[in-house]
């Protein structure tokens, strides 16, 4: 039994969010799968989502640079009811293709998304990761004794991960899971007139920030009236049919 994790608290997304990316687990695993979401509200969540309270992890009310630093509570040696490897999935990502092969890649190793705009520092980006359960607690409890200093010292969450868990780190292929905004998107002025193309090899499309999926569909991109000139889109028409 294969397991995909994810994680929501907070307001900044919907349980519609996680329906919709085990939605799209569902249709691309091969083998059988569970998904489990940590989350402080399950109220909306489908049937079949396994609903599970947020791994624990205490952070300071203040000090700490804004991030999503409690997604390093899955890293805890027990955040409750799940064992072995598990691909965690951001919310914000778009299911493509075929998955199973992420339960296959360089079996042993902590994969991630080779960061696009850190390539050269060699600096893993989380949105898709794949991990042995257990296998790095010091993440937690190094980062309770001294939460404030550590998150400006890297940053975000992901950069802590890839530098200080000590697992022998490997990149995905590149081509499974492309950015919308770095990879797929027409560079401007072409932004204006062409929407974001899906390459056939693409498994996992990760939305950073704006535009997030449903955005995107709708050709919008929350922007200042000053950045719109390249902050620009067409909708996407094939999130129709990737991302429901």
Same mark, same amino acid.
């Given at each position: 039994m294969q397991t995909v994790i994810c994680m929501k608290w907070g307001t900044a997304y919907s349980a519609d969010y996680v #329906?919709?990316?085990?939605?799209?687990?569902?249709?691309?695993? &091969?083998? +059988?799968?569970?998904?489990?979401?940590f989350t402080e509200d399950q109220v909306g969540l489908l049937e079949g989502i396994e609903a599970r309270p947020l791994p624990a992890i205490d952070l300071p009310a203040a000090g700490l640079r804004r991030g999503p630093w409690r997604k390093l509570g899955l890293w805890q040696h027990d955040p409750g009811g799940i064992s072995g490897d598990v691909l965690f999935l951001d919310?914000?990502?778009?299911?493509?293709?075929?998955? @199973?092969?992420?339960?296959?890649?360089?079996?042993?190793?902590?994969?991630?998304?080779r960061n696009w705009t850190q390539a050269k520092d060699e =600096?893993? #980006?989380?949105?898709?990761?794949?991990?042995?359960?257990?296998? &790095?607690?010091? %993440?937690? @409890?190094?980062?309770?004794? @001294?939460?404030?200093a550590l998150s400006y010292r890297?940053? #975000?969450?992901?950069?802590?991960v890839t530098k200080q868990s000590g697992l022998p780190i490997r990149f995905w292929p590149a081509d499974w899971c492309p950015s919308f905004k770095h990879s797929l998107?027409? &560079?401007?002025?072409? #932004? %204006?007139?062409?929407? $974001? &193309? %899906?390459p056939p090899q693409?498994?996992?499309?990760?939305?950073?920030?704006? +535009?997030?999926?449903?955005?995107?569909? %709708?050709?919008?991109?929350? $922007?200042?009236?000053? !950045?719109k000139i390249y !902050?620009? =889109?067409?909708?996407?028409?094939?999130? $129709?049919?990737?991302?429901r």
């Open positions: #329906n919709r990316l085990y939605r799209g687990v569902t249709r691309h695993m &091969a083998r +059988p799968t569970r998904f489990v979401c919310l914000d990502v778009v299911v493509t293709g075929p998955l @199973d092969a992420f339960f296959d890649y360089e079996p042993g190793c902590l994969c991630l998304i =600096i893993g #980006n989380s949105s898709v990761m794949r991990f042995r359960v257990g296998s &790095a607690p010091h %993440l937690v @409890d190094d980062f309770e004794r @001294d939460g404030p890297f940053v #975000n969450e992901q950069t802590y998107l027409p &560079a401007w002025p072409f #932004n %204006l007139v062409a929407p $974001a &193309a %899906l693409s498994r996992i499309v990760v939305f950073t920030g704006h +535009p997030r999926p449903h955005e995107a569909q %709708l050709g919008r991109w929350p $922007a200042p009236w000053y !950045k !902050k620009a =889109i067409r909708p996407v028409p094939w999130l $129709a049919e990737h991302w």
